[in-house]
């Protein structure tokens, strides 16, 4: 079993920027046997990808309203990943979920459904 818990959230204005952390954990988890990402789901919407990153850290992939803005990166000493969001605007409103999934390939996921473990969230919301 894994476990993803997400840090970093809150308010911030447009323009302005957050760090999001998610922090795994596990019995005898290592993070490199995992393909990860991040999705979002906004009041009354979907959840929808937003940035995924595959198990060796050697290829990234990002929804098309946040390439250029967002950033995803790993450490796997420490078993963190992090969503650097820059450039942020009201549509970026939406609580955020740090998302893993065991690969045996050099795969990113962009499918909700591609995923097996999911953290609780954190909210970010981004005021005018």
């Known amino acids: 079993q894994v476990q993803l818990v997400e840090s970093g959230g809150g308010l911030v204005q447009v323009g302005g920027s957050l760090r999001l952390s998610c922090a795994a954990s596990?019995?005898?988890?290592?993070?490199?046997?995992?393909?990860m990402g991040w999705f979002r789901q906004a009041l009354g919407k979907e959840r929808e990808f937003v940035a995924a990153?595959?198990?060796?850290?050697?290829?990234?992939y990002y929804a098309g309203s946040v390439d250029g803005r967002f950033t995803i990166s790993r450490d796997t000493v420490k078993n963190t990943m992090s969503l650097q969001m820059n450039s942020l605007n009201t549509d970026d409103t939406a609580v955020y979920y740090c998302?893993?999934?065991?690969?045996?390939?050099?795969?990113?996921?962009?499918?909700?459904?591609?995923?097996?473990?999911w953290g609780q969230g954190t909210q970010v919301t981004v005021s005018s």
């Open positions: 596990g019995r005898a988890f290592s993070m490199g046997r995992y393909a």
């Open positions: 990153i595959n198990r060796n850290d050697d290829a990234q």
């Open positions: 998302t893993a999934v065991e690969s045996t390939e050099s795969y990113y996921y962009a499918r909700l459904s591609e995923y097996s473990y």
